[in-house]
């Protein structure tokens, strides 16, 4: 079945008391646009539309690095819901099947409620989303009769009665794209505010002899972010949420709340998370890998078997093989570590190919940065590298190889071969007493 969406990205947030687009605003370390336009990207849409108004410049270019074939369109004033939808139509023309109109504030509308809207198009020409409030507020209120929705009325303008009612409006609609267009086309916008509002096409489309209805989902579907404390609390619904699901899935976590999930993050069955990690975007983890505590994991990759932390850092473009170990105060970044490679302590490993088997002593260092460009190093299998060795990059040690500790490597090693950049130890004897005394007696004088 054919389906596009729209999805409204104009407001201006002003109760986020930003200088950022409110839609930019980040939710599990992704904006709350990617979260909504992930949403349509999952149903494989005809064509996706994302309209933008405030920061418009800025909120189209994360929409297309988000997903290049995505349509921008601008709403150059923000005349309401309904004529933010209306600039639509010309990206929507001639569009197949359903459009779904979605909010770039709203994250968490599931695949099971799209699915669910989907289905109930084949008995109304107008589908709305509602949602049963434990607190209605000053919500719209979704009037009904059996299986039919005969209108939405704003709180504002509605009855006692009315008012009593707690099946509240969403504003996520959908219909045949082209009655869609046709409807919000008809919206007029004689109200106090001079807006056209987007629930009148209900109205409309019974009068034009059209069906209405409504599908309801869980309250904290509906969740739209307008100030930091609803951002708040939807990160804290996002990380309760991820953390059940990642049990549910086998994993084990063993202090759930301080675990911290990225919008994306995948993590395999009997994989074990100690406490207070945090996975920010990119970030997968296979099936028996180990993540100890205190770790941050960002744009990475730990394959079966692997080890990482405590207290370790793995940055963009760190791959780990199976049984790789990372430990405790070590960085890893834009370096992938084959299978069995360990760096156990206290070293940065950047821009590196660390090969199968090899052994990175404590303090070790890759520098690979000459404060212009990024350099590699290459480490073959097996190799040991001593402790605190500073591999000044490009350089390659071969397979076997081995660097003496406190080395400065800045030429090639050949395979099996020891390099030993260091000078040589002179030892002066009773040097250290004489000169404490020295010390000390200077310092006695002042």
């Known amino acids: 079945m054919a389906v596009s969406f729209i999805i409204l990205a104009a407001g201006q947030g002003t109760r986020m008391n930003s200088e950022r687009p409110k839609v930019l605003h980040e939710l599990a370390g992704a904006p709350l646009l990617a979260h909504a336009m992930a949403t349509a990207d999952r149903q494989s849409p005809e064509r996706l539309v994302v309209v933008t108004g405030h920061g418009g410049a800025e909120v189209a270019a994360v929409a297309r690095g988000l997903n290049p074939d995505v349509q921008v369109v601008e709403q150059a004033e923000q005349l309401g819901t309904a004529h933010a939808v209306l600039q639509a139509e010309p990206a929507l023309r001639g569009a197949r099947g359903d459009a779904i109109v979605l909010y770039g504030d709203t994250p968490f509308i599931s695949d099971a409620t799209i699915a669910a809207m989907l289905r109930a198009r084949a008995r109304h020409d107008v589908v709305v989303l509602g949602f049963e409030a434990a607190d209605p507020a000053r919500y719209g209120r979704l009037v009904v009769e059996g299986a039919d929705l005969t209108r939405i009325v704003e709180w504002k303008d509605a009855t006692e009665a009315e008012r009593s009612l707690t099946l509240c409006n969403s504003g996520v609609i959908c219909a045949d794209a082209g009655v869609l267009m046709a409807l919000v086309a008809e919206v007029g916008n004689d109200n106090a505010a001079g807006e056209y509002y987007l629930p009148d096409i209900v109205a409309l489309a019974r009068a034009r002899g059209m069906s209405a209805g409504v ?12 100030t930091r404390a609803e951002l708040a609390a939807a990160e804290a619904a996002f990380q309760s949420r991820a953390r059940a699901e990642a049990l549910e899935n ?5 202090a759930p709340e301080t675990i911290h999930f990225a919008f994306d993050t995948v993590i395999g069955r009997d994989a074990v998370v100690g406490p207070n990690v945090v ?18 994991l960002e744009g990475c990759h730990v394959s079966q078997g692997a ?9 963009p473009g760190a791959e780990l093989a199976e049984g790789a170990r990372v430990g405790n105060f070590v960085e890893i970044k834009n370096a992938v570590l084959d299978a069995g490679a360990k760096v156990n302590h206290l070293s940065y490993i ?8 090899a052994n990175i002593g404590a303090g070790t260092v890759t520098c690979n940065y000459d404060g212009v460009s990024k350099h590699r190093t290459e480490i073959g299998a097996r190799a040991f590298i001593g402790s605190d060795t500073m591999l000044v990059a490009p350089v390659r040690v071969g397979a076997g190889a081995m660097t003496a500790s406190g080395s400065v490597i800045t030429a090639d090693v050949p395979a099996d071969a020891m390099a030993v950049g260091r000078a040589r130890q002179v030892n002066k004897e009773g040097f250290a007493r004489r000169l404490f005394e020295k010390l000390r007696a200077a310092k006695g004088g002042k």
């Open 350 to 357: 950047g821009d590196a190919h660390v090969g199968e088997a």
């Open 307 to 315: 080890q990482v932390g405590p207290f370790a850092r793995l940055r």
């Open 215 to 226: 599908v309801t989902c869980d309250e904290a579907e509906t969740l739209g972010i307008n």
């Open 279 to 296: 996975f920010g975007p990119g970030v997968t983890v296979e099936s028996g890998a180990e993540i100890r505590a205190f770790c941050h």
């Open 250 to 254: 086998g994993v084990s976590l063993i």
